[in-house]
């Protein structure tokens, strides 16, 4: 069946716009995830959905970001007013409870200028 | 919260060698610990992963061992291949409670020459 996928692959954007990167997890998994990598590191946990809610929110690093799952399958990440600091590829993870193994999607490289 | 530790950062070994990759956890709640391989661009891939209920697992040419006491893991490759190449990420979770967000290293870039 179909994997994790995300869009766009890449996003050139301006600092001070607004983005928001797209999830579609695997069809029936309830629990989602978002995390960010930076190069040469290893993902870091942003967000945690369990269903439509955010179970674990705490990765987050400030209000400029929010995410929602509003039908508990597609997510949305958005980012306000980005800062360069915010260039990173940001993925999406899903499984089939919050205790499965967590696939991945191939993720969306977001630069900002 | 959790902290994972990984080593060596980079590792280079000649094909049919084999490769070993450590980490080290910090919180004995954790108790789910899967390795994932990336290849450059692409998303990360689970290869194997154990619970602390088990000491070892096999798969194949991967194998991972978890020492709960020590509070470290390590995933074992035999014979490796030149598509064996890729970083290499250990991580850490618990998966009580409403939790399971995964706790990453920091990544092994793993070479395997021909």
């Known amino acids: 069946g179909a994997g994790v996928s995300q869009t766009p692959s890449n996003k050139v954007t301006e600092k001070g716009k607004y983005v928001e990167l797209r999830c579609d997890p695997i069809?029936?998994?309830?629990?989602l995830y978002w995390y960010r990598q930076s190069l040469g590191q290893g993902p870091e946990f942003l967000i945690y959905?369990?269903?439509?809610?955010?179970?674990?929110d705490s990765g987050l690093p400030n209000d400029r970001f929010f995410a929602v799952r509003p039908e508990g399958s597609v997510s949305t990440l958005k980012i306000q007013r980005t800062e360069r600091g915010d260039s990173a590829v940001y993925l999406c993870?899903?499984?089939?409870?919050?205790?499965?193994?967590?696939?991945f999607g191939p993720g969306t490289r977001l630069t900002v200028l | 919260g959790e902290n994972v530790e990984q080593h060596p950062s980079t590792l280079s070994v000649q094909e049919g060698d084999s490769a070993v990759i450590k980490c080290t956890y910090s919180?004995?709640?954790?108790?789910?610990f899967p390795w994932y391989k990336q290849e450059l661009g692409k998303r990360p891939q689970l290869i194997i992963d154990?619970?602390?209920?088990?000491g070892e697992k096999k798969d194949q040419r991967i194998a991972v061992t978890l020492n709960k006491t020590a509070k470290h893991f390590s995933l074992h490759i035999t014979e490796t291949q030149p598509e064996d190449s890729a970083v290499y990420f250990c991580a850490a979770s618990f998966t009580g409670s409403t939790l399971g967000r995964l706790y990453f290293g920091r990544g092994t870039q793993l070479t395997v020459w021909p």
């Open positions: 993870a899903s499984s089939l409870e919050g205790v499965g193994t967590q696939y």
């Open positions: 154990i619970r602390s209920n088990v």
């Open positions: 919180d004995s709640a954790s108790n789910y």
């Open positions: 069809s029936g998994h309830t629990a």
């Open positions: 959905f369990q269903g439509t809610g955010a179970a674990d």
